[in-house]
T-cell receptor, first 116, second 111 residues
Framework: GAVVSQHPSRVICKSGTSVKIECRSL??????MFWYRQFPKQSLMLMAT?????????EQGVEKDKFLINHASLTLSTLTVTSAHPEDSSFYIC????????????FGQGTRLTVV | KQEVTQIPAALSVPEGENLVLNCSFT??????LQWFRQDPGKGLTSLLL?????REQTSGRLNASLDKSSGRSTLYIAASQPGDSATYLC??????????FGRGTSLIVHP
């Protein structure tokens, strides 16, 4: 299957700093990428949908100024957590699809963010 | 809004048992349903993808069925092994193309 690479896998940062997470589709062009957040023992909650070259669509309750998403190319989307606080500590996972429709969704390995 | 429910939430079985994990969804207008495995602290590994026109998919000891009209899917694991211990998630994709997840079934297979 297709490969989605997410980096870094683990990051610890201080409160008030910003953290960037990268999501790359290695062997296919992803027209759409999704960003999810997962709390311990919870399911994946969709944060936003990003399409290449356009602004991301955020789910209700997700602060777009805090979670900046950029989808500059068909193989790269980035999530930047700005002015991070301890409550932003979580597991973030990206997903990419080849095209809208009947195809599989492929997932990155996730990023464990800890804000101290 | 699509809602996905997985039952049971947790399961602990001895090695060798055959298992059935259940996934139900409220809106039957889906394009596909995907089963994933998630190991602790890790991302998702795709196990099986069933398109809306299909009734089942098989991969090794895994078999997933789909009954779209009743909004249900089952994941059957034959001859379970300790290495099968993980959380199993199902996700459905409908008109918005966005995968919607259930909360998962946490499986422990003990030797």
């Amino acid at each position: 299957g297709a490969v989605v690479s997410q980096h870094p896998s683990r990051v610890i940062c201080k409160s008030g700093t910003s953290v960037k997470i990268e999501c790359r589709s290695l062997d296919f062009q992803a027209t759409t990428m999704f960003w999810y957040r997962q709390f311990p023992k919870q399911s994946l909650m969709l944060m936003a949908t990003s399409n290449e070259g356009s602004k991301a669509t955020y789910e209700q309750g997700v602060e777009k100024d805090k979670f900046l998403i950029n989808h500059a190319s068909l193989t790269l989307s980035t999530l930047t957590v700005t002015s991070a606080h301890p409550e932003d500590s979580s597991f973030y996972i990206c997903s990419a699809i080849l095209q809208t429709g009947y195809t599989e969704a492929f997932f990155g390995q996730g990023t464990r963010l800890t804000v101290v | 809004k699509q809602e996905v429910t997985q039952i049971p939430a947790a399961l602990s079985v001895p090695e060798g048992e055959n298992l059935v994990l259940n996934c139900s969804f409220t809106d039957s207008a889906i394009y596909n349903l995907q089963w994933f495995r998630q190991d602790p602290g890790k991302g998702l590994t795709s196990l099986l993808l069933i398109q809306s026109s299909q009734r089942e998919q098989t991969s090794g000891r895994l078999n997933a069925s789909l009954d779209k009209s009743s909004g249900r899917s089952t994941l059957y694991i034959a001859a379970s092994q300790p290495g099968d211990s993980a959380t199993y998630l199902c996700a459905v994709r409908g008109g918005s193309y966005i995968p919607t997840f259930g909360r998962g079934t946490s499986l422990i297979v003990h030797p």
